[in-house]
Each structure stands twice: as structure tokens, then as C-alpha cells.
RNA sequence: GGCGGGGUAGCCAAGUGGUAAGGCAGGGCUCUGCAAAAGCUUUAUCGCCGGUUCGAUUCCGGCCCUCGCCUCCA
């Protein structure tokens, strides 16, 4: 049994086959962030499941090349530009460094390629020019260029991949104000927009002339650009899905660099939102939080982590501090247990044990369209389960090094674990006053210095083998 | 209006045609000088109404509620 995953061309869990006929090397593409402000935990949802996907396929053992774009030029930057005063790149700057700490907060791998939008003016104009020379894209009279659907349908196309669309049936949106823009149809979407004086500085050269690219295109060209004109996995946002994924397709199809008939992307994958009080988290209703924020009241960027990744990604999840807080509690299970049987394995290194019931679990879990929830389960089955035997003392250092090899495997994916922190020596040498105060019956100085451990932040715990101090 | 998700214990959340994983919180217990920490243990009949079936939370039909997409959006 291998991994599947629901592809949203299909609407179906499929086996995962990549296009590379030795079945290892793997391109991801995953929408990245549009650095216009902080990003919020929502928006970390998705980058989050990209980065268990892409962990899940490392550890299956294909060679993914995992690419995260930056979209560093579109409506909102250029409008945020302007008011701000500062060059497009001194304002994108700072959300995009401030973007990427999040994510290393967040035990997220560095995707290996981070293309920004705005290095790749060159590749976007020569696919819109390819567009053009298909007769799909048409250009109007203020030099913007628009993609025609009605052509590409006529070029025997599917528009409507992804979903179900009934043109007809759409509501041409109450924001959409169709009086700035000459398109032809309401449908047809921008491919270069023709610069205009609120633009300021922020334009490039074009055989359109001056101007920007539109935002789908974006990715379409960095994508084809560095994985080809046909890959295996892209994945995004739910919202995503449609204008832009499709749109995403019509572009690359439509320009028909893809060899005898293969799509543009082999399974499109999409994460389901946040909640806040069962809404939408977004900007827009205000109801948002960001990783400072939560790391601010005190909370680990691994427990936003965990609790992001312990339901299952096409659902909706509700995010609560509550829970926030549960993920503390919950970690700290697995860091006391892993804890013990390093204390235990002595140093001592083993091979994981591949057949044991927490690995065959969380494959089991995990290949079933990344069932990350069942995954857990597995993984707390295995604490009590190791809980029990610790107390029984039925562990010896052989076993408790294999039970650690098959747990760094699983971390590896899950993400959730660092190194742990070893006491320093003057903490130590308070553990050790502390406990010969305790024999000598001075508890009203091994109370003493129990607090000056706890004001340190380190916890001491008076088990029956003696006391172990532990960070709190 | 069109399309697509959801409704499972106080909260979060898996899953299955044969009486329901896991986490948090709560209860009980163990350990302890007292604590804390830790550990063990315990808690549901699955939105409503019909149908199919020996048997449905799981399949079918209807209803109610809710969220999202259709417009920038992770």
C-alpha cells in the first residue's frame, strides 16, 4: 500500500504515481505568500500542510523539489507602496523576512526554491507573448492584455477543471466595477496590466509597453520555470482554487508547452481554512490571529504547529486559545516519554524498527491521504503503551534506543520536537543542594530553592529513582 | 441564485454496515515530607424524520442548522 491523495481535478483519493518514470523524483509547487503584511496563522495553515506533504514524500523516499513562490507584485503591494513612500522591495522586504522566521517558528522546512514574482518578469512575458501568438490572449486599447476563455474553450479546452462553473449562472460580483476594465468578457482574466499614474514607480517594459504582470500568471511562469511544464503536486489554499488555479491552467495549458497531451499539473491539492469562532479567519472580518501575536501571550510556535496539523487538512478547523493551550500538554506527553527512553537508550544508537506498531501506524494513517489525526492517535497509543512498560521497568537500553529510532523517524515529519535542552551546571548543583536539604529534613529550604528553580524556569519532579529536573 | 464542505462527548477531532480512535478539560487513583510534575484510569450511541437491511452513526431520500467558493484572499 502507498500514498494517496485527493486530487481535486478527480474529486477522488488516487494513488500517488509520480510523472518521473523511476517513480523518484518529485516537483511540488505551493502558492506562497503575497508579502503585503504580516501573514496570519491561517495562512500559515496552508504552508504547514505543504510542509507535511513535502516531509511525508521525503520520508517516503522520493526526491522532492519543493517550491514556495513570493508574490512581491500585485494590487495590494503596489497600493500599500504608494502610501508608504518606500521602494517596492524596502516594503516587501521586511513582511517577507518577517514571513520566513514565522515559518522556521513554525518547524517548517525551507522550501528549496523561493521565486519572487518580480525576478521572473522575463519568463511571464514570454508566455503571455506564446498566449498571444495562440490567439487566447487579446490586448486592449489601454495596452493591458486579457486571456480569453471564450477562445481557449473553442481551442477544444476545458475551463472548469478544478470545479464546477456555470458561467452563465455566475454572479458577476458586486465588486467587480466593470467599468475599469475593457475586457471582453466578465470571465476573462488579466495576463499584463498596463501601468497606470497610482502605480508610481513600480512598472516593467513589455511589447504591451509599460506595466505589471497580472497575478495568476505569476505562477503559472515560475512554476513551468523551475519544474517544467508538467509536475506532480501543486497545492494552495481552498480560496485558491478557483479564480486562481484555474486560471493557473488555462495559462499553462493554453500555451501547450506540456509534451502528447499531459496536463499542466498531475494532482492539485487543497487545504481547507481556518475557523475562528466558527468564521473564516481573514483579514478583511478582523478575526485573525498572527504567530507574534500567540508567541507573544506565551505560546511555542510548535504548539500552533501541532494543533494546526492534528485535523485532518480538507477540514475546517476551529482554532481556539483553548486548545492552543491543550497543545502544551499534549507535546509535553511526548517530550517526558522520548525524554526517559533517551535517558535510558544511554547513547546507545539503533536501527527504527519498521514493523512496529507506532511506524506501521502512522504509515498506515499517513498513506491514506495524510490522515494526520489517526497519525496522532498511533503516536499517543505508543506514549501509553511506553508509559506503561517504563513503569513496569520492562524496558532495557537496547529497546529504548529502537523505540527512539522509530519515534525520530516519525518526528521527521511531524516536525514537532527540537533537541532537547540539558540543564546547566549551576541547575544542576541547586537540584543537588535541594536534595540534600531534603534528607537532612530542611524543607523549608528545598521549598526555597524549588521556587528559585521555577522563577529559572526549570521544573523539578521527585520521582522514585530521584529527582529529575526538566525545562518548564 | 449556482457550486462545494460540515453537523460525532464540555471543547477539538478520527472512523466504521454489527453497538464509536486520539488530544485537551473534568472525575478517581498512584507516587510525594507537603506540593508540583509525572503516570495510570474514567467519561458519547454519532443534527432531525423516514427508507433499505437481521442490523446504520456509517447506504438512500427529505428536512433543519452551519461554513466556504462564485470578488482580493492561505
Not at 518578469?121 to 495596452?143: H, Q, V
Not at 534528607?439 to 529550604?445: G, L, M, S
Request: hydrophobic content about 35%; glycine content about 8%; aromatic content about 10%.
Amino acid at each position: 500500500m502507498g500514498l494517496s491523495v485527493f486530487n481535486t481535478l478527480s474529486r477522488s483519493v488516487e494513488p500517488f504515481v509520480p510523472l518521473d518514470p523511476e517513480g523518484e523524483k518529485v516537483g511540488l509547487y505551493c502558492c506562497g505568500p503575497t508579502v503585503h503584511d504580516f501573514a496570519h496563522i491561517g495562512n500559515f495553515r496552508t504552508f504547514v500542510f505543504a510542509d507535511i506533504v513535502r516531509r511525508y514524500l521525503d520520508f517516503k523516499g522520493f526526491k522532492v523539489r519543493h517550491v514556495m513562490n513570493i508574490t512581491d507584485v500585485e494590487d495590494k503591494i503596489i497600493r500599500r507602496v504608494n502610501e508608504s513612500n518606500k521602494s517596492l522591495k524596502e516594503y516587501t522586504s521586511k513582511y517577507e523576512e518577517a514571513f520566513f522566521n514565522d515559518l522556521e517558528a513554525l518547524g517548517c522546512l525551507m522550501p528549496d526554491d523561493r521565486p519572487h514574482a518580480t525576478k521572473f518578469i522575463g519568463p511571464i512575458i514570454e508566455l503571455i507573448k506564446k498566449l498571444e501568438e495562440r490567439g487566447i490572449a487579446y490586448r486592449t486599447n489601454d495596452g493591458s492584455v486579457y486571456f480569453s476563455i471564450e477562445n481557449y474553450r473553442k481551442g477544444g479546452n476545458c475551463y472548469g477543471q478544478l470545479l464546477n462553473l456555470n458561467l452563465d449562472e455566475m454572479r458577476p460580483g458586486e465588486r467587480v466595477s466593470s467599468d475599469e476594465y475593457e475586457k471582453e468578457s466578465i470571465a476573462d482574466f488579466a495576463l499584463w496590466k498596463s501601468r497606470v499614474t497610482e502605480d508610481g514607480e513600480v512598472f516593467w517594459n513589455s511589447p504591451w509597453g509599460e506595466g505589471r504582470p497580472g497575478w495568476h500568471i505569476e505562477c503559472s511562469a515560475m512554476s513551468m520555470e523551475l519544474l517544467g511544464p508538467s509536475f506532480d503536486l501543486h497545492l494552495g489554499g481552498e480560496d485558491l482554487v478557483f479564480p486562481h488555479h484555474e486560471d493557473e491552467i488555462a495559462q499553462s495549458e493554453g500555451a501547450c508547452l506540456q509534451c502528447d497531451g499531459q496536463k499542466f499539473v498531475k494532482y492539485w491539492m487543497h487545504g481547507s481554512h481556518l475557523l475562528v469562532e466558527g468564521k473564516k479567519m481573514s483579514k478583511s472580518l478582523g478575526n485573525f490571529f498572527t504567530l507574534r501575536d500567540l508567541l507573544a501571550k506565551g505560546f511555542a510556535g510548535r504548539e500552533v504547529r501541532y494543533l494546526m496539523i492534528s485535523a485532518h487538512y480538507r477540514e475546517t478547523f476551529n482554532f481556539t486559545l483553548d486548545n492552543l493551550g491543550g497543545a502544551k500538554t499534549a507535546l509535553g506527553r511526548i517530550d517526558e516519554c522520548t525524554s526517559k527512553l533517551r535517558e535510558l537508550s544511554a547513547g546507545k544508537i539503533a536501527s527504527p524498527d519498521n514493523d512496529s506498531k507506532l511506524v506501521t501506524g502512522f504509515i498506515k494513517a499517513m498513506d491514506d491521504d495524510l490522515n494526520v489525526s489517526a497519525a496522532w492517535a498511533a503516536v499517543f497509543d505508543w506514549v501509553r503503551n511506553t508509559n506503561r512498560q517504563l513503569a513496569a521497568e520492562g524496558i532495557d537500553n537496547n529497546t529504548a534506543a529502537i523505540e527512539l529510532a522509530n519515534w525520530d523517524q516519525i518526528n521527521k515529519v511531524l516536525g514537532i520536537q527540537i533537541a532537547e535542552q540539558k540543564p546547566p551546571s549551576e541547575i544542576l548543583a541547586l537540584a543537588e543542594e535541594r536534595q540534600a536539604a531534603r534528607k537532612n529534613k530542611d524543607f523549608a529550604r528545598s521549598d526555597q530553592i524549588r521556587d528559585e528553580l521555577s522563577a529559572k524556569g526549570w521544573t523539578i519532579e521527585d520521582t522514585p529513582k530521584g529527582p529529575r529536573v526538566k525545562r518548564a
